[in-house]
């Protein structure tokens, strides 16, 4: 048993008249931007993990590459 429509719209009445129309303006957009820096934070982490992986990867083949050098003296 959802929620129908018209329950939805009663609760959203109940909500402007408590809150006001302006207070509830202000929250939205204030969670608008919170979640968008959420997103951006989460972008800048996984661009800095790429990175970290791809630096990490390069050392590993440096690393292949002068053992086996080192065997074939």
Excluded: Y
């Excluded at 429509?5 to 939205?28: D, E, P, S, T």
């Excluded at 590993?60 to 590459?65: E, G, N, P």
């Amino acid at each position: 048993m959802g929620i129908s429509v018209w329950q939805l719209l009663i609760i959203l009445a109940i909500v402007l008249v408590l809150f006001g129309a302006k207070r509830l303006r202000n929250v939205g957009g204030d969670l608008g931007a919170a979640v968008r820096g959420f997103k951006d934070a989460v972008k800048t982490d996984d661009k800095a993990e790429d990175a970290a992986s791809i630096s990490s990867d390069s050392s590993d083949v440096v690393d292949t590459q002068s053992a086996s050098e080192k065997d074939k003296v």
